[in-house]
């Protein structure tokens, strides 16, 4: 089993930035992709970013440029750092994990086997 905890939401103006982490525990040895996904209201969860086991990482067209994600090895904790928010940013933010390689092609919500709570990321004009 792996664990999986968000934090860093929050509100900010469009342009500005955000940082959110999540931080995994269990058997984290394991995980070969780890990936961050957005909901927003009424609206599907998509994928955002995806990073695998060997440091490679693929972005959405919608936040490539701006959004950045990376995993600090030692401490077992993912981040994605957003620039440039947009008001269409919006939503709740999810990490996920699982022990397969998961392929952006393949990047949906049930590719992935472990799931953080959620959090809120709200971009105001």
């Known amino acids: 089993q792996v664990q999986l905890v968000e934090s860093g939401g929050g509100s900010v103006q469009a342009g500005g930035s955000l940082g959110l982490s999540c931080a995994a525990s269990?058997?984290?040895?394991?995980?070969?992709?780890m990936a961050w996904f957005r909901q927003a209201p009424g609206k599907e969860r998509e994928g955002v970013a995806v990073?695998?086991?060997?440091?490679?990482?693929t972005y959405a067209d919608s936040v490539k440029g701006r959004f950045t994600i990376t995993k600090d090895n030692v401490q077992n904790t993912l981040y994605l750092q957003m620039n440039s928010l947009k008001p269409e940013d919006t939503a709740m933010y999810y990490c996920?994990?699982?022990?397969?390689?998961?392929?952006?092609?393949?990047?949906?919500?049930?590719?992935?086997?472990?799931w953080g709570q959620g959090t809120q990321v709200t971009v105001s004009n």
């Open positions: 996920a994990a699982d022990n397969l390689w998961v392929d952006w092609v393949r990047l949906v919500p049930s590719a992935f086997r472990y």
């Open positions: 990073r695998h086991s060997d440091g490679e990482t």
């Open positions: 269990g058997y984290t040895s394991t995980v070969r992709s």
